[in-house]
């Protein structure tokens, strides 16, 4: 299919340990976002990447979160030393202009499970 | 700030009962108003997005309405395979993220 794919679907981790994220988005698709889904919770904005530009990272909710997209394509989150309050649903989405006010297409999302 | 609010929580239909779901929302310089429906498990499915308040667009059961501060999802004739989460979300300002509010459960029963 041509849709937003993100592996693994589900990853356990003991608390402490460092997780990688993946996202392959659209083929063509310029910008690129990851957003964090809390169960109950719509999703919440953790960053946004312009091609290989991360332009904005305000929603990271501490510093052992780190994104990068380095050839404007696949995306990886990684999480270090996970906690608890990191289990979440991580859901990538990817758009084709680079601007909000196009339409996001989400990928299946990620169910991070901390222990 | 920006925020986006929507109600009921939860709603349980009827096959064939129209009903409407609302999106309020809080934004600065509003650039779109997306809904999305979303399967348990699954990613949210882009449905409408809307630009400017009076702006209507269809698709099948489902229509989406935009004024200056809400947003309503009328459902006509719902089909059990219309149960689903229902999410809204606004892109305002310079800003590139999107608001989500925390959505509806709708449960459309036989």
């Known amino acids: 299919g041509a849709g937003v794919s993100q592996s693994p679907r589900y990853k356990v981790a003991k608390r402490g340990q460092d997780v990688a994220l993946r996202c392959d988005p659209i083929s063509g698709h310029v910008s690129l976002f990851w957003y964090q889904q809390a169960l109950g919770q719509g999703p919440e904005f953790l960053t946004y990447f312009q091609n290989e530009a991360q332009l904005d990272k305000s929603g990271l909710p501490s510093d052992r979160f780190f994104a990068e997209r380095p050839e404007g394509s696949v995306s990886t989150l990684k999480i270090q030393r996970t906690q608890q309050e990191d289990s979440a649903v991580y859901l990538c989405?990817?758009?084709?202009?680079?601007?909000?006010?196009?339409?996001?297409?989400f990928g299946p999302g990620t169910r991070l499970t901390v222990t | 700030e920006d925020q986006v609010t929507q109600s009921p929580e939860a709603l349980r239909l009827q096959e064939g009962e129209s009903s409407s779901l609302n999106c309020s929302y809080t934004v600065s310089g509003l650039r779109g108003l997306f809904w999305y429906r979303q399967d348990p498990g699954k990613g949210p499915e882009f449905l409408f997005t809307l630009y400017s308040a009076g702006e209507e667009k269809e698709k099948e059961r489902l229509k989406a309405t935009l004024t200056k501060k809400e947003s309503f999802l009328h459902i006509t004739a719902p089909k059990p395979e219309d149960s689903a989460t229902y999410l809204c979300a606004a892109a305002g300002g310079s800003n590139y993220k999107l608001t989500f509010g925390k959505g509806t459960l709708l449960t459309v029963n036989p």
């Open positions: 989405a990817s758009s084709l202009e680079p601007t909000t006010a196009y339409e996001q297409y």
